[in-house]
């Protein structure tokens, strides 16, 4: 079936670093979202990608969607104390219009 | 915004015992509803879709029989933990797709802040 990875699986970083979470999917996705989860609370959405290349930017946030639609990336400048949290891709199913697999997620701890 | 409410944010219960877990959508009609489960420290798992009006679709290895959903209304959907054990503990979390035309994969899941289950 179809699998969505994102590596790395932890990442710590001191504050005022950047920071990079990678999601691949084995199929071809419509579609891609990205969540933020804070410990001990729940996914909020941050983003779609739908284009092919596309490249979205949310302040010191940059999400991009590969060309082949299979893959894509997550990157924070200068990384801030409120930035902690697990960041997840999802992408839909193949066959489904709006059922999501999401990857694993990216943990992230910024020492400040 | 889109608004979707969880009740309760959390639970103890004694292993044998139904829990019953209510998701609403505050401000917009949902036809269709999601229940995840999600282990510590893990990604957020489908169990099932919730559909107003008709049966629930469960996903695959999960027991219809044991975590019975019930889409009462266009802005209510319910999942009750039947006969609970410890090994259910987790955090059940839903979402909803806001109404308003054809479903599509582009369509925002709006979740809702999650219940988390405790069996002792």
């Known amino acids: 079936g179809q699998q969505v990875m994102q590596i790395p699986q932890y990442q710590h970083v001191q504050e005022g670093e950047d920071f990079t979470t990678y999601c691949n999917s084995s199929t071809t996705l419509s579609n891609i979202q990205w969540y933020k989860q804070r410990p001990g609370g729940h996914p909020v959405f941050l983003i779609q990608l739908v284009k092919s290349g596309e490249v979205k930017k949310q302040k010191r946030l940059t999400f991009q969607f590969g060309e082949a639609k299979k893959n894509s990336s997550l990157h924070i400048t200068a990384t801030q104390t409120t930035d902690v949290g697990t960041y997840f891709c999802a992408g839909p199913r193949r066959g489904s219009n709006y059922k999501l697999t999401f990857g694993k997620g990216t943990l992230l701890t910024v020492n400040p | 915004g889109a608004v979707v409410s969880q009740h309760p944010s959390w639970v103890i219960c004694k292993s044998g015992t139904s829990v019953k877990i209510e998701c609403r959508s505050l401000?917009?009609?949902?036809?269709?509803m999601f229940w995840y489960r999600q282990f510590p420290k893990q990604s957020l798992m489908l169990m099932a879709t919730?559909?107003?009006?008709?049966?629930?679709?469960?996903e695959q290895g999960v027991e219809k029989d044991k975590f019975l959903i019930n889409h009462a209304s266009l802005t209510l959907s319910t999942l009750t933990v039947t006969s609970a054990h410890p090994e259910d503990s987790s955090f059940y979390i839903c979402?909803?797709?806001?109404?308003?035309?054809?479903?599509?994969?582009?369509?925002?899941?709006?979740f809702g802040p999650g219940t988390r289950l405790t069996v002792l």
């Open positions: 979402s909803a797709l806001r109404d308003g035309g054809f479903i599509s994969s582009t369509d925002t899941q709006y």
């Open positions: 401000d917009f009609q949902a036809t269709t």
């Open positions: 919730s559909n107003e009006g008709s049966k629930a679709t469960y």
